[in-house]
């Protein structure tokens, strides 16, 4: 059966049919699968069946994945990440952001897979810095084109969250010593495609750094707001057995937090990308 692809939205967002993603890939259909993602942005799968291994297999095709400092891991596949309520807050992915942009080289994408999911409630929400990059008016884009931002890991993981117990002290402690906050283009271009998007999210951005600190404040709120706008935006309810993969380059997304007490776990794979410019 040959690949098929359903548009969700005209800012971003595909539906794909026709694999098992199970399966191991053959070259051709990841190069189909690669150049959907540059079209539609973040691709969603229905009806998968995946083990931890295959996930990071399927993931392993794009780069090389990333593991995560703070979160839980699965202890014989650490490249998987585990997002259970069961052991976390979870808060911090119900804002806008884009995934482990603390680091040098923010990932290329991320594969996430629904494990259990709550009766109803629990949605996540993408939208495309393309989209709110076109948007924004020609005087501005040209503003914001030689601006540079600063990202820091503490702003969605504070001390007062993962730091409750000895070691995970320690652990939130070695990782504010390995990944110091780091500067990226407010307006990143996209490595392949050539195209511009917006590369700032309340996530992990904290300020401007050519701008006073009341300018960056302003501007930042207003980015933040804008990126966030219903128009560049797909939202997308899990069913079991759904998957998304997502160009983590030029995305934000927002993991609506509208279900407890109920439970939730989902397994995120991380493919990293490079220095962004």
Same mark, same amino acid.
């Given at each position: @059966? ?13 539906? +794909? ?12 259909? =990841? ?10 942005? +973040? ?18 095709? !794009?780069?090389? &994945?990333?593991? /995560?400092?703070?979160?839980? $891991? ?6 998987? @990440? ?5 052991? *976390?807050?979870?808060?911090? *992915? ?21 494990? =259990?999911?709550?009766?109803? %409630? ?6 495309? %810095? ?8 020609? #005087? ?28 995970? &002290? ?5 990782? #504010? ?22 590369? +700032? ?20 709120? !207003?980015?933040?707001? /804008?990126?966030? $706008?219903?128009? !560049?935006?797909? #939202? ?11 160009? *983590?380059? +030029? ?11 109920? /439970?939730?776990? @989902? ?5 990293? %990308?490079?220095?962004?410019?």
């Amino acid at each position: @059966m040959s690949l098929h692809f359903t548009r969700l939205s005209p800012a971003l967002g595909a539906i +794909v049919s026709g694999i098992d993603l199970a399966q191991p890939l053959d070259s051709a259909r =990841q190069q189909a699968l690669s150049a959907a993602l540059l079209q539609h942005q +973040v691709l969603f799968f229905r009806n998968q069946d995946l083990s931890p291994q295959q996930q990071r297999d399927f993931a392993a095709w !794009f780069g090389d &994945l990333h593991i /995560h400092p703070l979160y839980p $891991k699965i202890a014989d596949t650490p490249q998987i @990440m585990v997002l259970d309520t069961a052991l *976390n807050d979870l808060r911090d *992915n119900a804002i806008w952001h884009t995934d482990v942009t603390f680091i040098d080289t923010p990932p290329l994408g991320s594969v996430l897979v629904a494990r =259990q999911l709550p009766e109803y %409630g629990g949605d996540t929400l993408w939208a495309s %810095g393309t989209a709110a990059y076109a948007a924004l008016s020609p #005087r501005l884009q040209q503003l914001l084109d030689g601006l540079t931002a600063t990202h820091d890991f503490t702003k969605s993981f504070p001390l007062e969250r993962f730091g409750q117990t000895p070691e995970a &002290l320690a652990n939130y402690e070695a990782t #504010r010593r390995s990944t110091p906050p780091v500067s990226h283009p407010v307006i990143r271009t996209h490595p392949v495609s050539g195209d511009k998007a917006l590369f +700032v999210s309340d996530g992990f951005t904290t300020r401007i750094n050519e701008l006073p600190p009341a300018e960056s404040d302003a501007l930042l709120a !207003f980015l933040f707001a /804008h990126f966030a $706008k219903p128009e !560049f935006s797909v #939202r997308w309810r899990w069913q079991p057995g759904d998957i998304a993969f997502w160009d *983590n380059r +030029v995305t934000q997304h927002y993991a609506v937090d509208d279900y407890r007490p109920a /439970h939730r776990i @989902m397994h995120r794979t991380t493919i990293l %990308g490079d220095k962004p410019f």
